[in-house]
């Protein structure tokens, strides 16, 4: 049998990029960062997004049933921190200049690239719930440095210019 911690350790060991995810509805803005993002497929454009059901902000994903992934750039770790942290939810949106786009959910304006979704399955494994999230808006920066997560810190991967 293999121990949480053990597998945490290994998983540690994985680069996941670093994302906000976003809801809006009506009680209010909520977010979180997450690394357990990924591609499902591209007809339809569609993703997924892990969500532990012990968030305090998880009772909101599942009744907007719409969401953003705003995929941060290098510069945005302190977004990254915000968003992880017992800060409030009107306090982490003090971080970073939001707008929307088709749903309405917060984007980050300046995200490397932010895709604008809505749930269209959810299924709950151990103390996560999957959202599978078929994509209606997509905007990209013009930022050539993505934040990651290895090893238990940030990291940058991208272009780097030459001065």
């Given at each position: 049998?293999i121990?949480?911690?053990?597998?945490?350790?290994?998983?540690?060991?994985?680069?996941?990029a670093?994302?906000?995810?976003?809801?809006?509805?009506?009680?209010?803005?909520?977010?979180?960062?997450?690394?357990?993002?990924?591609?499902?497929?591209?007809?339809p454009?569609?993703?997924?997004?892990?969500?532990?059901?012990?968030?305090?902000?998880?009772?909101?994903?599942?009744?907007?049933?719409?969401?953003t992934?705003?995929?941060?750039?290098?510069?945005?770790?302190h977004?990254?921190?915000a968003f992880?942290?017992?800060?409030?939810?009107e306090?982490r949106f003090?971080?970073?200049?939001?707008?929307?786009l088709?749903?309405?959910?917060?984007?980050?304006?300046?995200?490397?690239v932010?895709?604008?979704?809505?749930i269209e399955?959810?299924?709950?494994?151990?103390?996560?719930?999957?959202?599978i999230?078929?994509?209606?808006?997509?905007?990209?920066?013009q930022?050539?440095?993505?934040l990651v997560y290895?090893?238990?810190?940030y990291?940058?991967v991208g272009q780097?210019?030459?001065?």
């Amino acid at each position: 049998m293999i121990e949480a911690k053990n597998y945490r350790d290994a998983m540690s060991l994985l680069t996941s990029a670093v994302s906000v995810i976003t809801t809006t509805g009506l009680s209010g803005r909520y977010g979180f960062t997450a690394s357990a993002v990924c591609s499902v497929t591209d007809t339809p454009p569609t993703l997924l997004v892990c969500m532990n059901k012990a968030s305090s902000s998880h009772a909101h994903f599942i009744e907007n049933k719409i969401l953003t992934v705003n995929v941060l750039s290098a510069h945005h770790q302190h977004i990254s921190k915000a968003f992880s942290s017992k800060l409030s939810p009107e306090e982490r949106f003090k971080h970073g200049v939001w707008t929307e786009l088709e749903t309405g959910a917060p984007v980050l304006k300046d995200a490397l690239v932010n895709f604008d979704c809505e749930i269209e399955q959810m299924q709950e494994v151990g103390t996560h719930t999957i959202l599978i999230c078929r994509i209606v808006a997509i905007q990209q920066s013009q930022h050539d440095q993505s934040l990651v997560y290895f090893n238990r810190a940030y990291h940058h991967v991208g272009q780097t210019e030459i001065a």
